[in-house]
């Protein structure tokens, strides 16, 4: 596959006249794992992302475990002031599986009622508030298969923070991955 990849690079660059050009400007790398089985955890049971925005530190967990998944919200306020957020019913955060498309096939609130009165939730200064769901097997081995990304967020602000679902990668195979560059130029 790699023999491939790389006869293939090379053909289309020969085929693309050379242009040269000098200039200042910055370059981004991007890698996308294709085969499915990439992860930032060493044992792909396992996935996290993270976001700051002013004293807020938004982390994601999505661990998988015993054939289910978990998954779990950290709120960190870091300020001297209490963050609160105020919501326009009783639910105050929520968690989101979608497919390759974009397409929901789980979502924790489904099927839940809430009280339809204004709420709003705070956490103290130099404190944090951990939100917590579970997958259990049933229903994560019916979408386990096309499910790519989690979602999770506080209701009623305008951050999101998603990771992909962690994957198991049998011994013998290697992540085939694509790595590009984005270059920004005068």
Request: net charge positive; with cysteine.
């Amino acid at each position: 596959m790699y023999k491939f990849l790389l006869t293939f690079i090379m053909a289309i660059a020969m085929c693309v006249p050379s242009i040269v050009n000098a200039g200042f400007g910055t370059g981004i790398g991007i890698t996308f794992p294709v085969s499915g089985s990439g992860s930032s955890s060493p044992n792909n049971n396992s996935s996290y992302a993270a976001m700051q925005s002013d004293n807020i530190i938004q982390e994601l967990v999505v661990e998988q475990r015993n054939g289910k998944l978990f998954l779990e919200l950290k709120v960190t306020n870091s300020g001297d002031l209490p963050y609160s957020v105020s919501h326009r019913n009783g639910q105050v955060y929520d968690f989101i599986i979608t497919d390759k498309n974009g397409e929901k096939l789980w979502q924790w609130s489904d099927n839940m009622a809430f009280t339809q009165a204004l709420t709003s939730s705070s956490i103290d200064a130099h404190s944090f508030k951990v939100y917590k769901a579970e997958l259990d097997s049933k229903a994560f081995n019916k979408i386990k298969e096309n499910a790519i990304l989690v979602t999770a967020y506080i209701l009623d602000t305008s951050y999101k923070l998603s990771t992909k679902v962690p994957t198991r990668v049998a011994a013998n195979k290697t992540p085939i991955f694509i790595h590009g560059g984005v270059i920004i130029s005068n």
